[in-house]
């Protein structure tokens, strides 16, 4: 079955950077469009970041000039490298890949998450 597996969570002082992975198995993560979500406390889930299958990213306002969002298609694996990290970063981060219409139906995957703290 596809899986979605993120990595690179934990506890890091406010202004302090991390990075988090996507490795994604049985899937043909080259046609896909990929993106990480989060849900903070009491939050609603929201978009982070996305990149297409032709490395185009788009960012949500409250973390542009901070994340970088990146993928390596041979290695079916998708990044976000955070820095400047502050406490209303703190959430569940989700990975999410998006097959568009390249699939009939449309097919889309969640990872299980990995939690990311920011706290003095």
């Known amino acids: 079955q596809v899986q979605l597996v993120e990595s690179g969570g934990g506890l890091v002082q406010p202004g302090g950077s991390l990075s988090l992975s996507c490795a994604a198995s049985?899937?043909?993560?080259?046609?896909?469009?990929m993106g990480w979500y989060r849900q903070g406390p009491g939050k609603q889930r929201e978009l982070v970041a996305i990149?297409?299958?032709?490395?185009?990213?788009d960012y949500a306002d409250a973390v542009k000039g901070r994340f970088t969002i990146s993928r390596d298609n041979a290695k079916k694996t998708m990044y976000l490298q955070m820095n400047s990290l502050q406490p209303e970063d703190t959430a569940v981060y989700y990975c999410?890949?998006?097959?568009?219409?390249?699939?009939?139906?449309?097919?889309?995957?969640w990872g299980q998450g990995t939690q990311v703290t920011v706290s003095s």
């Open positions: 999410n890949a998006d097959s568009g219409r390249r699939m009939v139906p449309p097919t889309t995957y």
């Open positions: 049985q899937l043909i993560f080259s046609i896909y469009t």
């Open positions: 990149i297409t299958s032709a490395g185009s990213t």
